[in-house]
């Protein structure tokens, strides 16, 4: 069992940029993909990036290749999406993910282990 808890959302403005994190608990962690994906009102949830077990391998969204990075540290059990060039589209709550077998998914019925969520505010 994972447990998440992301952090780092809040307000800023176009152009800005702000670096979520996502801290796990639970010793299977290092054996997880993880994601990162995001929920605008009105909207479904969608895709923004993923990471394999070992941080070798990443993939990003379309819409945010670029701008956004994701990456993590399994000695500290975390990881980290940076988020550069923020645009007023890029608001939207934003989830961390986890699924057990280390390979890159971008479905969301793929993971597991969801985060609460936080929010992230971009204006213009």
């Known amino acids: 069992q994972v447990q998440l808890v992301e952090s780092g959302g809040g307000l800023v403005q176009a152009g800005g940029s702000l670096r979520l994190s996502c801290a796990a608990s639970g010793r299977t962690f290092s054996a997880c993909a993880m994601g990162w994906f995001r929920q605008a009102p009105g909207k479904e949830r969608e895709f923004v990036a993923a990471?394999?077990?070992?941080?070798?391998?990443?993939l990003h969204a379309r819409s945010v290749k670029g701008r956004f990075t994701i990456s993590r540290d399994n000695a500290k059990n975390t990881v980290y999406l940076q988020m550069n060039s923020l645009k007023p589209e890029d608001t939207a709550v934003y989830y961390c993910?986890?699924?057990?077998?280390?390979?890159?998914?971008?479905?969301?019925?793929?993971?597991?282990?969801w985060g609460q969520g936080t929010q992230v505010t971009v204006s213009s």
């Open positions: 993910a986890g699924r057990p077998g280390g390979a890159i998914q971008t479905d969301t019925y793929d993971y597991v282990y």
């Open positions: 990471i394999n077990w070992s941080g070798g391998s990443t």
